[in-house]
């Protein structure tokens, strides 16, 4: 008999816990969900993992485990990290302090940048000094380091950060303070900028190096807890964790770059939402991702997720390879309140988990977007997850009556207005990652999943234009797949700034030997074999002159090579090349993959009718603009045929998720169990 083997995906999000099992040998594939645990992550993934072993299925036969967390973020958005030291070079302490003086919203003196991880007194300089071409002027002064590290001793702290100037080309130094500091102060963790961030622009690598510093404690607790947890229910395989980049790291990594992990769960939802749009004949598409906290926009081009160098965590640059991935707080649990001045608001704040909406019956009190769709029919008035989570429709109705007599109006006016306003919001985050970057919407679809992504997607695309929405099989759970679509991955990376030239461009071909020989011991490191591993060459480079520079890809041997691409990458970006200016090289980049994910597999075909997979009617509010109370017709998507075909009104509801259909849209399902919706010609 064949031993059955599995691979399980887990995403941890602010209301719900995920988990996707997938048969390596059948490629059948189970969904769970289970309330999310916020003050312990790993309790709510245990309780997910006994779902998974009640269900039958062998814990010891688990081969892959994938997890992508918020963890990290939310130590960060919630200030909860660990004390962290700062060792820089002399006449270098305020730089977190000091910035890019970049106001975030010129004429606003209400708004204020949070203030630095590491406070001033916390922040010591020692005397030592390379230049930017090598020269070193001023010797490490070890006793400094020494000094230093006894006053971070008697501080308590928990962990430190060395951020020399020019080190990410010279890092001699600095490996030798953070030798030094595991000397004088054993079990605290280390982060070296040399290491962690390895890039010009002293103020990014420093605060990256901070950030990393400051999350390795709580993380590297975090992580260990999991492995326990797991461990005990007899599941030997290791968790691997998803990173901002939308690959897999080991815990060993993970634990040594917590930073690489902020945008750790939406990026796994991109990846696997992305490989969902090439599926279904959508290469370019916008994903759209609504959970029980947030909602989660990205860009997909050409089946590639959007990738940015650097952005903002909690008003905190954090600069490393990262999903484009653009986060606001908009989901099932955001609360609708009345301003000072009566005017009703949504968001960001969150009922979340605990104590979640008021209809979930956990002890909510305040409305939310959850408890507007309660009170409008769109969700089951009876209970959701296929009849194991019930509701309670009354309740949510008396909250959102509460809210209205505030403001003085009619309930159904204050749940419409409620969607709307949280509609408004979503439609606002998507139109930053594609409108504002010169692309048509005419000319993608909308991805959408998420527990609560279906329920808004047609009237997010009526917002932007986007003509047609892709709700995934099994959408609630898409993050949790997107772990077992995702590779094993991380990026290495020289900066070295200096005019294309015959002799740069050799020494770009070095520093890229160099990258590739580190990356392959660190993929054999991770057990990647070697018919598996594959290397990604990219060079960054911009105008001599520019603030910023763009990726070229490929095995360019060729210096004229590199210089067509960079043209037409610069083509891309801003829409022209100038062919007599001198360029400029700043970062060689290899990134090392591990091709370990399992591809995209059509699933079998449903046969049956389209009667067959009615339930009911019942009547639904779509909306004061839309058709008002209307009898809608309610689907049970796991018995929708292929090929079927519905026209709005009309809800389809599954385990993970609910699809609303109004009267101006349609929907059809395709070979892959996608539910395809297009908007009525006018």
Known sequence: MTQEHYRI??????TFTDLSLINELTGALNNFKTPSTPDDPSEAIENGLKLVIEAGFDPKAIAHFGHGTTVATNIIIERKGSLTGLLTTKGFRDVLEIARQQRPHLYDY????????VERWLRIEVPERFTADGDEIVPLDESAVRAAAAQFRAAGIAAVAVCFVHS??????????GDILREVLPGIPISLSSDVQPEFREFERFSTTVMNAYLTPRIAAYLDRLMHRSRDLGIRAVPHTVHSNGGLMSMETAKAYPVRTCLSGPAAGVVGAAQVA????FPNAVTFDV??????VSLVLNGRGAYTPLRDVAGYPIRCPMLDVHVIGAGGGSIAWVDDAGAMKVGPHSAGAVPGPVGYMRGGTEPTITDANLHMGRLNPVALLDGAMPVDRTAATRVISEIAAKIG???????????RIAVANMARAIRSVSIERGCDLNDFALVAFGGAGPLHATFVADEVGIPIVVVPEAPGTMCARGVLLSNISRSFVKSHVTALSDASWQEVLDNAAILTAEAEGWLISEGVDEALRQYVRVIEARYLGQNFEVRVEGDMIDEDAFVQAFYRVNDEVYGYHVEDREIEIVNARVEAIGNIARPLEQPPIVTGTVEGARLATRLVHMGQESD???EAGIYDRAKLPVGAMIVGPAIVEELTATTVLPSSWTATVDNWRNIILTRKAA
Request: hydrophobic residues 40%.
């Open 9 to 14: 995906g887990v995403d941890v999000g602010g």
């Open 110 to 117: 209400c708004i204020h940048r949070p203030v630095p991880l």
């Open 168 to 177: 990410y080309r010279f890092d001699a130094h600095e490996k030798r303070a």
């Open 278 to 281: 090439v599926a279904a004949g």
């Open 291 to 296: 959970g029980g906290t947030s909602t989660d």
């Open 409 to 419: 109006a009619a309930p159904d006016d204050v749940a419409d207005g409620i969607i």
């Open 628 to 630: 008002g109370w209307a």
